[in-house]
């Protein structure tokens, strides 16, 4: 002990600081439970967001199945679409993360966007289902990874947006071609 770097003199002071520590630590809780007896409970606001209000009637969409040709960067879904309002809709885009898919006979694609194939034409009527073939072709699927290629189970997820400003989500199962 006489020649190590700690010496028993320093025991001694990291005992005494333990010891003021744990006074005071139980000195200031006595403390505050006799000053203040009424405690406040931790004030955790829980509630739910307002409902997102959509122009019309909400249209439902059900993805069928989708693949992903890693050769074109090309992802090809069947989605079948209701419209469940009382006018025709077109649809006028696809977003999924962080790229949107806009119809070219509804808008024009800006930069950031990429052109939406859709097969046949993009009209629903009023309370029909029909079964659209979606044509999602960009390079950056690969470049972003948004296709996650090495998991087990794969799934694609975007908004179906129509005309009118009402949306769909659409969830396909999503199989890869090498």
């Given at each position: 002990m006489e020649y190590g770097l700690i010496t028993k003199r320093?025991?001694?002071?990291?005992?005494?600081?333990?010891?003021?520590t744990a006074v005071l630590v139980g000195g200031y809780f006595i403390y505050q439970l006799v000053a203040f007896p009424d405690k406040i409970p931790q004030q955790v606001i829980?509630?739910?967001?307002?409902?997102?209000?959509q122009a019309g009637a909400v249209p439902v969409?059900?993805?069928i199945e989708a693949t992903?040709?890693?050769?074109?960067?090309?992802?090809?879904?069947?989605a079948e679409v209701t419209?469940?309002?009382?006018?025709d809709i077109v649809l006028a885009e696809f977003t999924t993360s962080t790229l949107t898919f806009v119809n070219p006979e509804v808008e024009a694609a800006t930069l950031e966007e990429a052109e939406l194939a859709v097969a046949p034409g993009g009209t629903v009527g009023a309370g029909e289902t029909v079964t659209f073939t979606l044509t999602l072709d960009d390079p950056r699927w690969e470049g972003d990874k948004l296709?996650?290629?090495?998991?087990?189970q794969l799934e694609i997820v975007g908004l179906l947006v129509f005309d009118d400003g009402t949306f769909a989500e659409v969830h396909a199962p999503l199989t890869t071609e090498f």
């Open positions: 320093d025991h001694r002071n990291i005992n005494w600081f333990l010891l003021v829980e509630f739910a967001p307002p409902a997102f209000e969409a059900i993805g992903y040709d890693a050769n074109t960067t090309t992802v090809t879904m069947e419209n469940t309002g009382n006018r296709i996650p290629t090495a998991e087990s």
